[in-house]
């Protein structure tokens, strides 16, 4: 059921929606959604062969239209030519998905400072690069629009081994709440989802590679003991776009089964106690209140 699409036929009709990273992974599955809902579709990274695959892949497995377009969201001038492509094959934008990232784990004191400074260029400076070339056209135009930005739980917990992502996904998040105040008055809703382990070849590959997906096995940090479905992030993700959420402005909506509150409560540890302790535990915790 939960990897079943989930809005009716024509949800997204009419609408086009540019996604940053949508090559592959997660922003490949919400923009193969979005088609299917009706959706013209723009997908960019840096790597125009990685995205001329899968356009066609795309429209031949939707019947929708995409234009793939390369740009490294770092260059301001690379995203204000997405933005004059977009318009001159499609008319219009709805919504951009800010989805490009780059991370990699490793201690913090073995970064060099070019290797911080990469992963905040990509993730807060590219996704406000983005943001203010879209935003400045939508608010010059009058028009209405919606954007979209995919964070990380440690967005909001922080995590050690990750600090550029976090400093930068917080960054992120902080754009999120505060243009959603800011850009209400001009139609343009910000929203942002906190994905939780959703398997991807750029997530997993890079992040833990040979055994450590194996020892950092991540469905045993879900209370729900799975990791997501990519159609379930896509679910969430087109309504979000969609006019069916037109009251949903500045929400981060986590999706992780549960993994980040696992992680912070005070007692969660005693899910490793096995049933037959709990009523010797009952009995000493009983006798204790008398004493
Ligand atoms: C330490 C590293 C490194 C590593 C590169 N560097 N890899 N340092 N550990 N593993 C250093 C380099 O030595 C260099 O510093 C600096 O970083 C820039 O490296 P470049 O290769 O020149 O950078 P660039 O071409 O911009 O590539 C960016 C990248 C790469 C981040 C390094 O991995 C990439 O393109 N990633 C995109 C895809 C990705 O990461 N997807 C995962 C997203 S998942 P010096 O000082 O030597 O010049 C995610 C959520 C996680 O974000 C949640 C999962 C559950
Ligand atoms: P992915 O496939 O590696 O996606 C990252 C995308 O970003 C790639 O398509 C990459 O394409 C693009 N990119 C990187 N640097 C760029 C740049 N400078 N300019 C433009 N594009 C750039 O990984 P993913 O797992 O699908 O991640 C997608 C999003 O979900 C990211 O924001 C990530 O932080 C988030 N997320 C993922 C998980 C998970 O479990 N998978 C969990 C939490 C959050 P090019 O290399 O062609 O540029």
């Known amino acids: 059921m939960f990897n079943e699409p989930m809005l009716r036929d024509d949800a997204l009709k009419g609408k086009t929606i540019v996604i940053t990273g949508g090559g592959t992974g997660l922003g490949k599955a919400m923009g193969t959604y979005f088609l299917k809902l009706g959706a013209n579709l723009v997908i960019t990274s840096r790597k125009i062969e990685v995205l001329q695959k899968t356009a066609q892949e795309m429209e031949q497995d939707t019947g929708g239209k995409v234009l793939a377009l390369a740009c490294d969201v770092r260059e301001y001038d690379q995203v204000e030519n997405v933005l004059a492509e977009s318009l001159k094959t499609f008319g219009r934008v709805d919504s951009l998905l800010n989805n490009a990232a780059g991370n990699f784990i490793s201690p913090t004191e073995r970064l060099s400072a070019n290797a911080f400074s990469s992963i905040i260029d990509i993730v807060l400076k590219g996704s406000v690069n983005c943001t203010l070339a879209f935003g400045k056209h939508w608010i010059k135009e009058k028009q209405a629009a919606s954007i979209l930005n995919i964070v990380t739980t440690y967005a909001f917990t922080g995590s050690a081994y990750v600090v550029p992502s976090a400093c930068a996904k917080g960054g992120v998040l902080a754009m999120t709440r505060s ?39 991540f469905k045993n940090r879900v209370p729900l ?67």
């Open 179 to 217: 243009l959603a105040v800011e850009w209400g008055k001009y139609g343009i809703r910000t929203n942002a989802i906190a994905p939780g382990p959703f398997p991807t070849k750029g997530a997993w590959e890079r992040l833990l590679p040979g055994e450590l997906a194996e020892k950092f096995d």
């Open 225 to 291: 003991k799975r990791v997501g479905d990519h159609q379930e992030l896509a679910n969430l993700a087109a309504f979000l776009v969609s006019d069916f959420s037109g009251y949903i402005n500045g929400e981060v909506i986590t999706i992780d089964g549960g993994e980040w509150l696992q992680g912070a409560g005070q007692f969660n540890g005693l899910e490793a106690v096995p049933n037959e302790m709990w009523d010797a535990f009952e009995q000493m915790t009983r006798s204790a209140k008398g004493s």
